[in-house]
């Protein structure tokens, strides 16, 4: 009950400070529980959507998000959350939905104009979304959809749908944007103070038929550290080692007493964006779009050590002696790291958009790892500073393609009571990852291999749907969805051997359901249903290693995929100036997919592996309203319950009962902007997380410790001005109570933000 009363306060002191989101952005209408997309710009959105959706606009994100990045767009929205754990984060930031943790990066989709950026070439921190190919001055508006409910989506729909649909201007535009961070930050033995800036330029026009958009952006960051060296107290004295001074004593996320020794992977990151985007109206009602997208990043991952000798001088290697016992620093304690990537994205589409009888649409997409590489020592500082030996991983060649052809069906037009939708999808992933060995980390040729994986996955689908008006005031949507999904040459590799792997063929059927009831001119009531197929990764599949004795380790060519069942009851109240929306949800998933320890077998077996049952259930309250007793005053609030527990895990019996990972009992979200005037606007802002657990067996109850995933409370402020015609500023500040806050790596602490903007 304390927990309860506790998110209660929260969720009224999130309503009492939030702004509205557009339920009905530009290009949609809401018409008996189904959201109908409308809008010219090539969307992966169906026509009609069956289910809960929010949406934000790009001047809702200027005006009330100190937005550094795409992803910051989400940081509102219901039961969403984005692992960034700093300001450029490109390889941990996961989005985590209702039923799906900051671990299960493959269970949503994100889309930008169509295009696919989810990275489903694995399931897991290091395979977050692509989210540096849309910045946030290009967004239009973000479109969320809620559960896999549409036919027109895959088993990663499970979490959620994201569609970023960027600017394609109606005139000449011109817009420019610089801005800077600063974030001190205190933790451990560290004390420091880490900037950023970020310039921004973006330029479009329509002339006759043709119309271009290119926006160019560059960031410039240095973020907190992410990782701390740690050792458990020796278990005998000793007088070995040299003595030194400087180690934090703390508590690991299990309580265990432990010694922090120094901080890594503090990133310097510099990533450059380019997105160039080219339409030609082929006629009034069909247009052609060509999308270009690059995203270059350089960034540099440095430690420092807290341990000092007995001159003052920082340690990072050998034998130490702390309080009169004996420590052994390795290499990889104190590790660096420098990683150059330059990533390329097209797309092409041809939409026709007559709201006649028939529409359709062909769209096509490739991203692409033209350049990939890691480079890092495996000798000790201070000598792996100038170079020395050490490994490169290189995954050129890897990316994935999408093909789509889509059509929409209308019997008697615009206004008839039916609306179908179909179409044929293809999505092809490839990953192409190998480790060699260098003599000179910074600069040296790869030598002989290390390891190496590599391997194809691939998805055909059809799929049906039709959205039925068979009453005045009820409608259904029926959906069919077939899958056929292939993985093939699947190869595992140490330094001398190569397993190769069988091929697979698997096909699966999806059906889903909604249906709307118009009660009242206030009240609609809806009900949704769908199942899930969620596919195994190239990674789950194929990335591991293999023994002495040419025995494949850590990874298991042959999981299932997993299989949810997802429902959602929903109750919305249109109100005076807003919007009310309840809803309950569940899910049931079998052969969920999870890193943990087979106990049926000697010897023990830690790699990915199906877990048997999971189910999870849960209630959402979401409110938005305009000129909330106050002219100008845009208030918006949500809170989720869910419960989330394993039912059957027969290869690691001590989970079942447990909470599953990364999903907190308790969540809340709000904000409460204040539009002054024309020129001037304040939003404060709040977001609250309850206890969750990042163990199957909830083995870590300390979540505030590194490598813990604990509970937060932080509230965000920003105040925009509009000085002139072109000129506006802003000035922000992230987690304004200086929360400290853990998901494995410590969160940002208190984050300033200043703006300045010029538009044509």
């Known amino acids: 009950m304390k927990n309860a009363s506790t998110a209660l306060a929260l969720t009224a002191l999130a309503a009492a400070m939030s702004t509205a989101f557009a339920q009905d952005g530009p290009g949609q209408e809401r018409q008996l529980g189904t959201v109908i997309i409308t809008g010219k710009h090539p969307t992966s959105l169906p026509t009609q959507i069956p289910t809960t959706i929010e949406t934000i606009t790009g001047d809702e994100i200027a005006r ?151 926006d160019v952006s560059r960031l410039d960051s240095s973020g907190q550290p992410l990782t701390f060296p740690t050792r458990y107290p020796a278990a005998t004295e000793s007088a070995a080692g040299i003595p030194v001074s400087g180690a934090v004593p703390g508590r690991d996320r299990t309580g265990r007493d432990w010694l922090i020794l120094g901080a890594a992977t503090r990133y310097h990151t510099v990533q450059d964006h380019v997105k160039a985007k080219l339409a030609y109206d082929l006629s009034p009602t069909l247009r052609a779009t060509y999308v270009f997208g690059l995203w270059d990043n350089d960034s540099q991952g440095r430690p420092e050590s807290y341990l000092r000798d007995s001159a003052g001088q ?44 028939f529409d359709w649409e062909v769209a096509a997409s490739l991203y692409d790892y033209d350049k990939d590489s ?87 689908a059809l799929y049906a749907q039709d959205t039925w008006k068979f009453a005045p005031r009820w409608k259904t949507v029926l959906g069919l969805r077939y899958e056929r999904w292939e993985a093939r040459e699947g190869r595992t590799s140490n330094a001398t051997t190569t397993v190769s792997h069988g091929s697979r063929r698997e096909d699966y059927f999806s059906p889903k359901a909604a ?72 899910e049931r998933t079998r052969d969920a997919l999870y890193s943990q320890t087979n106990v049926l077998v000697v010897p023990n077996v830690t790699n990915v592996q199906n877990v048997d049952r999971i189910a999870t259930k849960g209630l959402e309250a979401a409110y938005a309203a305009s000129d909330v007793g106050l002219r100008g005053l845009d208030l918006n609030a949500s809170l989720t319950w869910t419960d989330s527990k394993i039912e059957r895990n027969d290869k690691f019996p001590a989970s079942v009962g447990k909470w599953q990972p990364r999903i ?17 606007a304040a939003t404060l802002a709040a977001r609250y997380s309850g206890r969750q657990y990042s163990t199957l067996d909830n083995s870590d109850p300390n979540g505030f410790a590194y490598q813990g995933a604990s509970k937060y409370f932080t509230t965000d402020l920003r105040l925009t001005y509009r000085i002139d015609r ?25 984050t300033w933000v200043a703006e300045l903007k010029w538009d044509l």
Do not use: C
Request: hydrophobic share 40%; aromatic share 10%.
């Open 374 to 460: 890691l480079r890092a020592p495996t000798v000790a500082l201070p000598a792996a500073a100038s170079g020395g030996a050490g490994r490169i991983v290189d995954q050129h060649g890897t990316g994935w393609h999408t093909f789509a052809a889509k059509g929409v069906w209308r019997p008697e037009g615009a206004a008839g009571a039916h609306v179908a939708e179909f179409g044929w999808q293809e999505e092809s992933y490839k990953l192409r990852s190998i480790e060699n060995a260098t003599a000179d980390w910074l600069n040296g040729a790869p030598g002989a291999r290390n390891q190496a994986f590599s391997g194809r996955t691939s998805i055909d």
């Open 726 to 750: 072109q000129w506006s500023a802003a000035l922000g500040i992230d987690n304004l109570n200086n929360y400290k806050y853990w998901n494995f790596h410590p969160y940002p602490q208190r």
């Open 664 to 680: 907190p009992e308790w969540r809340a979200a709000g904000q409460a902007t204040w539009r002054v005037d024309d020129r001037l």
């Open 64 to 214: 009330g998000i100190n937005a550094s990045d795409a992803e910051d767009a989400l940081k509102y929205l219901p039961s969403l959350l984005v692992r960034k754990r700093y300001i450029g984060d490109y390889n941990h930031a996961v989005l985590s939905t209702r039923a799906s943790g900051t671990g299960n990066s493959a269970r949503s989709a994100v889309y930008a104009d169509g295009i696919l950026l989810s990275n489903y070439l694995g399931n897991g921190a290091a395979f977050a979304p692509r989210w540096g190919m849309v910045s946030p001055e290009e967004i239009e508006r973000v479109d969320v959809l809620y559960g896999p409910f549409s036919a027109a989506y895959g088993g990663n729909s499970v979490g959620a749908v994201v569609d970023y649909v960027t600017r394609m201007p109606s005139r000449f535009e011109a817009h420019a944007r610089l801005s800077a961070s600063i974030q001190p930050f205190k933790l451990y033995g560290t004390d420091d103070t880490y900037h950023g800036r970020q310039g921004n330029m973006s330029l479009g026009n329509r002339a006759g038929r043709w119309s271009w958009y290119l």
């Open 515 to 586: 249906l709307a009831f118009q009660a009242s001119e206030d009240w609609l009531l809806k009900a949704s249903l769908g199942r899930a197929v969620r596919m195994p990764t190239v990674s789950e599949l194929y990335q591991g290693g293999i023994n002495a004795a040419g025995t494949l380790i850590n990874n298991d060519p042959n999981l299932k995929p997993e299989k949810s069942w997802t429902g959602e009851l929903t109750a919305e109240r249109k109100l005076d100036t807003g919007l009310l929306r309840l809803t309950a949800f569940g």
């Open 314 to 357: 920082p340690v990072y290697s050998g034998m130490v002696n702390i309080g009169g016992r004996a420590y052994t620093l390795a290499p990889a304690d104190f590790n660096q790291s420098n990683e150059s990537l330059h990533h390329l994205m097209h797309g092409l589409t041809v939409k026709s958009s007559t709201r006649g009888s």
